[in-house]
Nanobody, 117 residues
């Protein structure tokens, strides 16, 4: 079974930066879209940013200009560089990958990002 392993979350002060990473365990072929979602307490899970196999990106308006999504196809990895973090960015962040050989999305376990002074 495929598992996505995330890393890079933590506590940061407002204005600070964090870089999230996500990669599947084991060898995987045919990853299509990759993305990052987040869920704050009491709120629904929302898309933060996604990146297709053609490297085209889609970024939520709330993080545009501050967050950058990227992927490394050789490592089957997706990254989220988060700059100028705000308290409202506090949430559990989940990575997602659509793996074509399975025909469905897989999700990471989530990593906590807390922005607070």
């Amino acid at each position: 079974q495929v598992q996505l392993v995330e890393s890079g979350g933590g506590l940061v002060q407002p204005g600070g930066s964090l870089r999230l990473s996500c990669a599947p365990s084991g060898s995987i072929f045919g990853i299509n879209a990759m993305g990052w979602y987040r869920q704050a307490p009491g709120k629904e899970r929302e898309l933060v940013a996604s990146i297709g196999s053609d490297s085209k990106t889609n970024v939520a308006d709330s993080v545009k200009g501050r967050f950058t999504i990227s992927r490394d196809n050789a490592k089957n990895s997706v990254y989220l560089q988060m700059n100028s973090l705000k308290p409202e960015d506090t949430a559990v962040y989940y990575c997602m990958m659509h793996i074509m050989s399975y025909g469905r999305n897989f999700w990471g376990q989530g990593t906590q990002v807390t922005v607070s002074s």
